[in-house]
Each structure stands twice: as C-alpha cells, then as structure tokens.
C-alpha cells in the first residue's frame, strides 16, 4: 500500500540542524512532486518546502536560506535538511504526497 514514513526528528538547541527524512513505498515515486509540512500545537498544519518530480524546489518564507528540501530517487526518499534552527520551527512535520497521502509526522523541537 501507498506509505509514507518520516524520521529524523528530535530535540536540538536553537542555531542546531536536523535532516528529516521521509521514505516512501507503494508507488511510482520518481513522477510525483513531494512536500514537507508541519503544525505547532495550535496553529494550522503550513507548507514548509516543495519538490517536484524534475526536482525544482519552492520554501515557504518563514524557512527560506535555512531548509533544503532533496530528492533521491533511487531510494524513494525526500529529505528536509533544517539549519539554523530557531524555537518557532518547533512542530510535528509532515511528509505528503498528492492525493492526500500523509506521512505520521515526526515531532521537531527548539529549545535551549
């Protein structure tokens, strides 16, 4: 079946980088663009960092400079590498894929 499974999160101090990464299994993966998302407690879940299937990439402006989203095709992996971390990127992060297909999230956390 259609899955997605991410890993990579933890806890980091801020200034620190993680790499999040999102393998997936059950499809085609090399013809579908693939997404990050995360949501803090209480907010809407937000759109982090895009990557389509030639692997052009997109950021939101919040995560600019900081976050590269990559693609390895030959392993059926999206990556997130953050640095520069900061408090307000704390949140549960998402890997997607069109048609509503959703990771289970792997939890970020900024703190000193």
């Known amino acids: 079946q259609v899955q997605l499974v991410e890993s990579g999160g933890g806890l980091v101090q801020p200034g620190g980088s993680l790499r999040l990464t999102c393998a997936a299994s059950g499809f085609t993966f090399s013809i579908y663009a693939m997404s990050w998302y995360r949501q803090a407690p209480g907010k809407a879940r937000e759109s982090v960092a895009a990557i389509s299937s030639g692997g052009n990439t997109n950021y939101a402006d919040s995560v600019k400079g900081r976050f590269t989203i990559s693609r390895d095709n030959a392993k059926n992996t999206v990556y997130l590498q953050m640095n520069s971390l900061k408090p307000e990127d704390t949140a549960v992060y998402y890997c997607?894929?069109?048609?509503?297909?959703w990771g289970q999230g792997t939890q970020v956390t900024v703190s000193s």
């Open positions: 997607y894929r069109a048609g509503d297909v």
